[in-house]
C-alpha cells in the first residue's frame, strides 16, 4: 500500500471523528506494519541515527507506544551497525566502544570511545583512532566522547605487551616508573601511568583536522604543530604522514575529549618547559586545541576548554578536564 493512500485514509478517518480522534492517536489504530512503513520512509530502514533528529523527534515524543516501537526498531538495526563499528574498532586500534549493545534511546544518541593508555606510544594510534571517528561522525549522534583507559584486565596487559615493539615498551616502563605512588588528596583521580598534557596535546589537536580538513591546507594557526595530515607532524608518538586520513562530513553535534588530572610535566634537560605545548614557556599559557576556536567557526565547530572546575570557556590558565567540539546550530 502506497504511503499516500495510507496518509489519506487516515485524513478521512480524522474527518469522519474529528471529535473523538482529539482524544486518542490515529496512527496507533492503524496496523503495526502500517506503522513501521511509516518509521522506516522517515528513517532508512527505522535507523534513527541516518537521519538528523528534527526528522522524527516530533513523533518520538507524541506518545510512549510509538517512542518505544521507533527505538525498538532503531535498535534492532543498531545491533548490526554496532556490531560493523566493533569490527572496524578491534581490528585497527585496539580501542573500546561504549555501549557494546544500546537498549534504550539515549545510550543509541551517545557513544564513548576508549584509547587504552599505552597506545599513546604506537606510532599509528592517531591514525586508529581517527580512522574508527571517520565511521562514527557521519551518524546523527548526540555526542562522541573520547577517554584514556587505564588497565583493568591482564587480558589489557597482554595485549600491550603483543603489540608495542621493544622500544616503545621501554618508554612505556619508564612512564610506569616514573608515576608517583601517592598523590594528594586522592590518587585515583590520576592515570595509573604517568601522563602529562604533553602526551595528550597532539591527539587533541589533532581532532581539529578531521572536523576541519580545509585547516590542514592552509588555516592551522602558526604555533599548531600537529597536523593530523601532514608527514612534518611535531608529533614524536606519530610522525607518519596522514594523507590517507578520510574526511567524513560529521554529522554528531557534540565531540568531547576528557581525561583525568594529569602528573606535574617533566622539564627539557636545559631546564625549559617543553617549547611547542607551552610557546610562552610558562604553565599557564598552554597550546590548546581551542586556540583556532575562530578558525574552527567558519567550518561550523565551536571549541572550547573545560576546566576541573566545569567552568566552560575559549582559554584557561588551570589545568584542564576536557575539549570540546560543538557543532554550531543551523550550519550546512
Known amino acids: 500500500m502506497a504511503l499516500g493512500t495510507i496518509r489519506a485514509a487516515l485524513l478521512r478517518r480524522l474527518r469522519i471523528d474529528k471529535p473523538s480522534a482529539r482524544k486518542r492517536c490515529i496512527l496507533l489504530e492503524a ?7 511509516i518509521y522506516n520512509y522517515i ?11 528534527t526528522h522524527y523527534m516530533g513523533l518520538l515524543l507524541s506518545c510512549k507506544q510509538i517512542q518505544d516501537e521507533m527505538t525498538s526498531q532503531a535498535l534492532r538495526l543498531t545491533t548490526g551497525h554496532v556490531n560493523k563499528l566493533h569490527a572496524i574498532v578491534d581490528s585497527v586500534p585496539r580501542l573500546r566502544l561504549q555501549p557494546l549493545c544500546p537498549d534504550s534511546f539515549n545510550q543509541l544518541m551517545h557513544i564513548t570511545i ?24 557521519p551518524l546523527h549522534l548526540s555526542s562522541i566522547t573520547i577517554e584514556i583507559d587505564d588497565f ?22 619508564y612512564a610506569y616508573n616514573a608515576t608517583p605512588t601517592v598523590f594528594v588528596p586522592n590518587r585515583t583521580s590520576y592515570y595509573d601511568t604517568h601522563t602529562t598534557y604533553r602526551d595528550i596535546v597532539d591527539i587533541a589537536t589533532c581532532i581539529n583536522c578531521i572536523l576541519a580538513p580545509s585547516l ?23 610522525p607518519l604522514p596522514h594523507a590517507s586520513i578520510p574526511s567524513p562530513s560529521p554529522n554528531t553535534r557534540t565531540i568531547a575529549f576528557r581525561f583525568k588530572r594529569f602528573h606535574p610535566e617533566v622539564r627539557c634537560p636545559c631546564g625549559d618547559l617543553p617549547h611547542l605545548e607551552y610557546p610562552s614557556k610558562s604553565l ?6 581551542a586556540a583556532e576556536h575562530k578558525r574552527l567557526q567558519l567550518a561550523g565547530w565551536s571549541a572550547t576548554w573545560v576546566d576541573a572546575a566545569g567552568a566552560t570557556k575559549h582559554f584557561s590558565r588551570s589545568e584542564p578536564a576536557a575539549f570540546l567540539w560543538r557543532k554550531i546550530p543551523g550550519w550546512n
Open 284 to 289: 599557564r599559557h598552554r597550546w590548546m586545541p
Open 31 to 37: 496496523p503495526v506494519e502500517v506503522r513501521i512503513l
Open 114 to 137: 576508549g584509547v587504552p593508555r599505552w597506545t599513546l606510544y604506537t606510532k599509528t594510534v592517531k591514525h586508529d583512532l581517527f580512522t574508527a571517528l571517520s565511521q562514527l561522525l
Open 43 to 53: 528513517a532508512p530502514q527505522g535507523y534513527l541515527l541516518a537521519v538528523p533528529y
Open 216 to 238: 590542514c591546507i592552509h588555516g592551522h594557526l602558526p604555533e599548531n604543530a600537529w597536523c593530523l595530515r601532514s608527514s612534518t607532524s611535531a608529533s614524536y608518538s606519530n
Open 152 to 173: 583493568k584486565t591482564q587480558q589489557e596487559l597482554d595485549t600491550m605487551l603483543s603489540h608495542l615493539d621493544p622500544f616503545e615498551f621501554i618508554r612505556w616502563r
